[in-house]
């Protein structure tokens, strides 16, 4: 069997050439889904299907979910998380700030991911054995900087929490540089690579938070979720995920 990390390095390729091919065809069919800026496209669908045809025709006995629908059961406590475009809004826009990710969980933990940005043409890697790297250079975590010298990624949209004034005020007064760019997995692979600090988001959906989180594990940093209203994923240096704990709003 070939390794997880191989695997999901080609169905994110994959993802990408179906993304691409269906924005070059034209008519992408784009409609909104939670809220206007949150858009789905032909596009994201074409992705996750290359994708999920991938996985499922290399690991039939694991479960796979996808941002899109793409679903599949499984015992033995795999699961494959699929992102066919992370950043819809940016590919739509022309905004070379989006990526394709894919990761997998055992037994509810981030174990492996890999993240392609094709703006930049970026593979990143991480899995058991594998510590992370991009573009098979090796990769880390920024330790060192404090909050106030840091620049911590963020995305606030409105169905994800009611608290997002408290969060931008503290954020905002603490933190050195803050980042909304839309594309939150791409943010997570950058933190892996040391060049985000840290990063925080409430109730983050499972195929936004997967991947990313096991590159900064693999990373030597920190990938956890709080318990709570909204629950906030929060990752980055040991110490500034320690700090963030003590800002993010909860109930």
Same mark, same amino acid.
Request: charged share 25%.
């Given at each position: 069997?070939?390794?997880?990390?191989?695997? =999901?390095?080609?169905?994110?390729?994959? &993802?990408?050439?179906?993304?691409?091919? $269906?924005?070059?065809?034209?008519?992408?069919?784009?409609?909104? !889904?939670?809220?206007?800026?949150?858009?789905?496209?032909?596009?994201?669908?074409?992705?996750? $299907?290359?994708? =999920?045809?991938?996985?499922?025709?290399?690991?039939?006995? %694991?479960?796979?979910?996808?941002?899109?629908?793409?679903?599949?059961?499984?015992? /033995? #406590?795999?699961?494959?998380?699929?992102?066919?475009?992370?950043?819809?809004? /940016?590919?739509?826009?022309?905004?070379?700030?989006?990526?394709?990710?894919?990761?997998?969980?055992?037994?509810?933990?981030?174990?492996?991911?890999?993240?392609? %940005?094709?703006?930049?043409?970026?593979?990143?890697?991480?899995?058991? &054995?594998?510590? *992370?790297?991009?573009? #098979?250079?090796?990769?880390?975590?920024? *330790?060192?900087?404090?909050?106030?010298?840091?620049?911590? =990624? *963020?995305?606030?949209?409105?169905? !994800?929490?009611?608290?997002?004034?408290?969060?931008?005020?503290?954020?905002?007064?603490?933190?050195?540089?803050?980042?909304?760019?839309?594309?939150?997995?791409?943010? +997570?692979?950058?933190?892996?690579?040391?060049?985000?600090?840290?990063?925080?988001?409430? /109730?983050?959906?499972?195929? %936004?938070?997967?991947? &990313?989180?096991?590159?900064?594990?693999?990373?030597?940093?920190?990938?956890?979720?709080?318990?709570?209203?909204?629950?906030?994923?929060?990752? &980055?240096?040991?110490? +500034?995920?320690?700090?963030?704990? !003590?800002?993010?709003?909860?109930?």
């Amino acid at each position: 069997m070939r390794h997880d990390v191989d695997l =999901a390095a080609r169905a994110v390729r994959a &993802g990408a050439e179906a993304a691409l091919a $269906a924005a070059r065809e034209g008519g992408l069919e784009i409609e909104t !889904k939670l809220s206007a800026a949150d858009l789905v496209s032909r596009a994201d669908t074409a992705a996750e $299907a290359a994708i =999920a045809a991938l996985i499922r025709a290399e690991r039939p006995d %694991d479960a796979l979910l996808g941002e899109e629908g793409a679903s599949a059961a499984g015992a /033995n #406590g795999r699961r494959w998380l699929v992102d066919g475009i992370d950043g819809t809004f /940016n590919f739509l826009s022309g905004i070379p700030h989006w990526c394709v990710a894919v990761g997998l969980e055992e037994h509810g933990e981030p174990v492996a991911g890999a993240v392609f %940005d094709p703006s930049a043409g970026e593979l990143f890697l991480a899995g058991p &054995g594998r510590p *992370t790297t991009v573009d #098979g250079a090796p990769a880390r975590v920024r *330790t060192g900087r404090a909050l106030e010298q840091a620049g911590v =990624a *963020t995305y606030l949209r409105e169905d !994800k929490s009611r608290d997002r004034d408290a969060w931008l005020a503290r954020i905002v007064d603490r933190a050195g540089v803050v980042r909304a760019g839309g594309a939150g997995t791409l943010e +997570l692979a950058w933190l892996a690579a040391g060049r985000v600090d840290a990063w925080a988001q409430p /109730n983050v959906s499972a195929w %936004d938070w997967v991947p &990313g989180a096991a590159l900064v594990r693999h990373a030597g940093g920190v990938a956890t979720v709080l318990d709570g209203d909204p629950a906030w994923h929060l990752a &980055g240096s040991p110490a +500034l995920v320690a700090e963030l704990e !003590k800002l993010v709003p909860r109930r």
